[in-house]
Protein backbone atom coordinates (compact mmCIF):
# COMPACT_ATOMS: atom_id res chain seq x y z
CA UNK A 1 0.00 0.00 0.00
CA UNK A 2 1.20 3.75 -0.99
CA UNK A 3 2.01 5.82 2.03
CA UNK A 4 0.60 9.67 1.67
CA UNK A 5 3.14 11.57 0.28
CA UNK A 6 2.84 14.27 2.53
CA UNK A 7 3.28 12.20 5.96
CA UNK A 8 6.46 10.72 3.88
CA UNK A 9 8.03 14.33 3.41
CA UNK A 10 7.33 14.92 7.09
CA UNK A 11 8.93 12.12 8.42
CA UNK A 12 11.36 12.28 5.55
CA UNK A 13 12.74 15.29 7.41
CA UNK A 14 13.80 13.63 10.50
CA UNK A 15 16.43 10.89 10.28
CA UNK A 16 15.40 7.43 10.24
CA UNK A 17 11.44 8.19 10.89
CA UNK A 18 11.05 8.76 6.95
CA UNK A 19 12.30 5.02 6.98
CA UNK A 20 10.01 3.50 9.96
CA UNK A 21 7.02 5.20 7.98
CA UNK A 22 7.46 3.37 5.79
CA UNK A 23 7.81 0.20 7.94
CA UNK A 24 11.45 -0.18 7.81
CA UNK A 25 11.79 -0.16 11.95
CA UNK A 26 15.43 -1.48 12.18
CA UNK A 27 16.81 0.78 9.34
CA UNK A 28 15.34 3.85 10.52
CA UNK A 29 16.43 2.86 14.11
CA UNK A 30 19.74 2.34 12.84
CA UNK A 31 20.00 6.29 11.08
CA UNK A 32 18.26 7.55 14.30
CA UNK A 33 20.28 6.06 16.64
CA UNK A 34 23.04 7.10 14.80
CA UNK A 35 22.26 10.56 14.20
CA UNK A 36 21.76 11.52 18.23
CA UNK A 37 25.02 9.75 19.27
CA UNK A 38 26.92 12.09 16.58
CA UNK A 39 24.50 14.83 18.15
CA UNK A 40 25.38 14.04 21.58
CA UNK A 41 29.28 13.35 21.02
CA UNK A 42 29.29 16.61 19.48
CA UNK A 43 28.01 18.91 21.97
CA UNK A 44 28.87 16.84 25.43
CA UNK A 45 32.62 16.32 24.53
CA UNK A 46 32.76 20.04 22.50
CA UNK A 47 33.73 18.50 19.24
CA UNK A 48 32.33 20.48 16.47
CA UNK A 49 34.28 18.59 13.41
CA UNK A 50 32.05 15.70 14.51
CA UNK A 51 29.06 17.67 13.82
CA UNK A 52 30.34 17.68 10.41
CA UNK A 53 28.56 14.37 9.92
CA UNK A 54 24.91 15.42 10.57
CA UNK A 55 24.09 16.49 7.25
CA UNK A 56 25.38 13.70 5.53
CA UNK A 57 23.11 11.59 7.66
CA UNK A 58 20.59 13.67 7.52
CA UNK A 59 21.14 13.97 3.68
CA UNK A 60 21.01 10.34 3.49
CA UNK A 61 18.35 9.48 5.58
CA UNK A 62 15.90 11.89 3.64
CA UNK A 63 16.68 10.60 0.41
CA UNK A 64 16.86 6.86 1.49
CA UNK A 65 13.48 7.20 2.55
CA UNK A 66 12.33 8.64 -1.10
CA UNK A 67 14.07 5.80 -2.81
CA UNK A 68 12.44 3.16 -0.10
CA UNK A 69 9.03 4.30 -0.95
CA UNK A 70 9.48 3.96 -4.87
CA UNK A 71 10.98 0.46 -4.04
CA UNK A 72 7.95 -0.25 -2.37
CA UNK A 73 5.88 0.85 -5.47
CA UNK A 74 7.83 -1.04 -7.81
CA UNK A 75 7.60 -4.49 -5.69
CA UNK A 76 11.36 -4.60 -5.61
CA UNK A 77 11.65 -3.48 -1.42
CA UNK A 78 14.82 -4.94 0.10
CA UNK A 79 14.14 -6.33 3.55
CA UNK A 80 14.14 -4.34 6.95
CA UNK A 81 18.00 -4.74 8.48
CA UNK A 82 20.06 -2.78 10.63
CA UNK A 83 22.82 -0.49 8.96
CA UNK A 84 26.59 -0.65 9.84
CA UNK A 85 26.86 -4.23 10.39
CA UNK A 86 24.55 -4.37 13.16
CA UNK A 87 22.31 -6.88 11.17
CA UNK A 88 25.29 -9.50 12.23
CA UNK A 89 23.96 -9.56 15.36
CA UNK A 90 20.84 -11.04 16.24
CA UNK A 91 19.32 -10.79 20.04
CA UNK A 92 21.20 -14.27 21.19
CA UNK A 93 24.39 -13.03 20.22
CA UNK A 94 23.78 -9.48 21.69
CA UNK A 95 22.33 -11.47 25.15
CA UNK A 96 25.47 -13.47 24.72
CA UNK A 97 28.00 -10.45 24.82
CA UNK A 98 25.64 -8.46 27.17
CA UNK A 99 26.15 -11.66 29.60
CA UNK A 100 29.47 -12.15 28.92
CA UNK A 101 30.80 -8.09 29.39
CA UNK A 102 28.43 -7.20 31.36
CA UNK A 103 30.77 -5.74 34.46
CA UNK A 104 32.67 -3.64 31.46
CA UNK A 105 29.85 -2.09 30.87
CA UNK A 106 29.21 -1.59 33.99
CA UNK A 107 32.56 -0.12 34.55
CA UNK A 108 32.25 2.16 31.72
CA UNK A 109 28.86 3.64 33.11
CA UNK A 110 30.32 4.36 36.58
CA UNK A 111 33.42 6.11 34.83
CA UNK A 112 30.44 8.25 32.51
CA UNK A 113 29.16 8.78 36.03
CA UNK A 114 32.40 9.79 37.72
CA UNK A 115 33.24 12.23 35.16
CA UNK A 116 29.76 13.91 35.20
CA UNK A 117 29.83 14.47 38.91
CA UNK A 118 33.37 15.82 38.36
CA UNK A 119 32.83 17.94 35.56
CA UNK A 120 29.28 19.18 38.15
CA UNK A 121 31.49 19.63 40.80
CA UNK A 122 34.01 21.83 38.75
CA UNK A 123 31.19 24.24 37.41
CA UNK A 124 29.89 25.12 41.00
CA UNK A 125 33.81 25.57 42.28
CA UNK A 126 34.38 27.51 39.49
CA UNK A 127 31.44 29.70 40.66
CA UNK A 128 33.05 30.40 43.74
Known amino acids: MKKNGILTLLFACIPGAGQMYQGYMKRGLSLLLAFCLI ?4 TYFFLGALALFLPVIWLYAFFDSYALRSRLAAGTAP ?3 FLFGLSDMDSKRLGELLRKRHSL ?3 ALVVVGVYMLYDILLSQLGGL
Open 39 to 42: LFAS
Open 79 to 81: EDA
Open 105 to 107: IGW
